[in-house]
Structures are given as C-alpha cells and as structure tokens.
C-alpha cells in the first residue's frame, strides 16, 4: 500500500536579515514553532538553540524544525526562511524523521530551491500552486538525501569520520586538504567547514596533533633518531620537526624524553 501524501500548505517565506533588528551578541525571545520551519543561513556567526541544544549558524547547514518545538537565536541570523503547515501522512512522517541541522552537499542547489519557492509564494499565478508543490517536493527529497551526511544522532559525521581515519593511516604522507578532500570526493572548503564545525579544530590542526602524538610515542618507546622520527610523522626535516615540537610543546624532543623520566621515575 502507497503512503498516503499530504501536500504542505504554505504560510510564509521571505528573507530575513536579523541585523535590522538586533545587534550582534543579542539573544532573540524563546518562542514555540507553529509550523515546519527550513531556514538557509546567508551570514555565519550566530546560534540556534533548538530544545535546549545548540547549534552554531554555518552557510553550508540547513536548519529543519518541526511544530512545537521551542527556539531561539543568538545575533548575528539572517536568512532565507520557508513556513508551511503539514499535519498528517507520509511527508509529515519523513520531515519529523530528520535532523534538526542538516549539512548540504550542494548549497547553491538549495539557494535555487529556496528563492524558487519565495518567489512563486510571493507571486502566485495560474499553475503556480503546482509548481510550488514539485519544488518544496524536491528541496525535501534533497534534505533527505543530505540528511545521510550528518551521520546518526550521538556519532561523528560519516565525512568527518573518514577525513579522521584517513589523516590517521597517512600521516607519514603529510596529506594535503586538496587530498583529502579527492580521496573523499568532497568539496575542500565544504569538508574543511564540516570537520572544523564537528571536531572543533581543522583537518591540518588535527593531522598536527596526530603527528605530535606519534613522534612522543616513538620518542618514548623507540631509540629512533629525531631524523628518523621526524621522516616517519611526516615532517619535511629535523629541524622543522624540532622546531614545531618546541612550539606546541615548550621544550625540544630531548628535553621532553627527559621530562618525561623524570616525572615516572620509580
């Protein structure tokens, strides 16, 4: 048996730019959402708080949120919005179903769909009901597909997974953002957002770290040269590798090694 399909009735849509209203820094009042609400974000900065969970304003997001549900936003939001009322069926079933953030793999794609829809809600015509539907059909279906990106409730996102795992098993390589990103088939910016966004720091700070890590582990546990070390993690040389161990560590790899006796001395 088919799903039964309830078409949305639109409400509003527009474009709003929280800087007329607000300063930056400013909290707007917690409100209850009546309707299904998608915003695309045109300025990064700011924050939406979606029942008690933050979520930081990037322009590669789309937030989803459904009726009922209590927000606010921290200064600066401007945005493309879209409202419309769904109250039953298989597309009501299917929006619910989706995350409150969503990350999107093409978002001047969705910028079509979205200005699409504001303008034929805007300027309704003969023929335009139907239109209007196929294109709020379509940027569902895409939010559905995208949605796949931002991973399952409680875990990494699935790209932010693989850009780990692949830093983790090529770190003698010294991989590049642009490499990373081929590997992965992704878009270099777009990835670089994700990861920074999830992990709180950049692919090239997480791959540091890692490097980091293991030239400790070996200094520790090998009698590897600082040369040997350095070619293994991936440093171009010695002395760079010394060089950016004394800057993140504050001390050089010997007078760590030293440091490090000294305080596990039994």
């Known amino acids: 048996m088919r799903p039964e399909i309830f078409y949305p009735k639109m409400a509003e849509s527009g474009v709003y730019d929280g800087s007329k209203f607000r300063a930056s820094g400013v909290m707007t009042p917690e409100r209850v959402t009546r309707y ?6 045109t300025v990064e900065g700011g924050t939406s708080y979606i029942d008690g969970n933050e979520y930081p304003i990037l322009c590669d997001r789309l937030i989803n949120i459904r009726p009922d549900m209590r927000r606010c936003s921290l200064m600066p939001y401007s945005c493309k919005f879209i409202k419309f009322e769904l109250t039953d ?8 179903g989706l995350d409150c953030m969503i990350y999107m793999s093409d978002p001047p794609e ?3 769909l979205f200005d699409s829809i504001i303008s034929l809600h805007a300027t309704p015509h003969s023929g335009s009901e139907l239109l209007l539907h196929s294109k709020l059909l379509e940027l569902i279906y895409l939010m559905g597909r995208c949605n796949g990106l931002s991973g399952s409730r ?13 830093i983790d098993s090529h770190i003698q390589e010294n991989p ?14 777009y990835m670089h957002r994700l990861f920074s966004a999830t992990m709180g720091k950049s692919p090239h700070r997480y791959l540091l ?3 980091l890590a293991l030239a400790k582990q070996l200094l520790l546990s090998t009698d590897k040269s600082c040369a040997e070390i350095a070619l293994e993690t991936g440093f171009s040389s010695q002395s760079y590798f010394n ?11 010997s007078e760590f090694v030293r440091s490090w006796y000294e305080n596990h001395s039994v």
């Open 176 to 189: 590049s953002l642009d490499e990373m990103a081929l590997h992965l088939n992704v878009n270099p910016i």
């Open 36 to 41: 299904f609400e998608l915003e695309l974000p």
């Open 243 to 253: 060089y950016t161990f004394r800057r993140e560590e504050g001390m050089t790899p």
């Open 89 to 96: 069926g298989f597309l009501y079933d299917y929006l619910c």
């Open 154 to 166: 409680g875990g990494l996102n699935p790209i932010v997974s693989k850009v780990s795992e692949y």
């Open 209 to 211: 770290e890692k490097k």
């Open 110 to 112: 969705f910028h079509r």
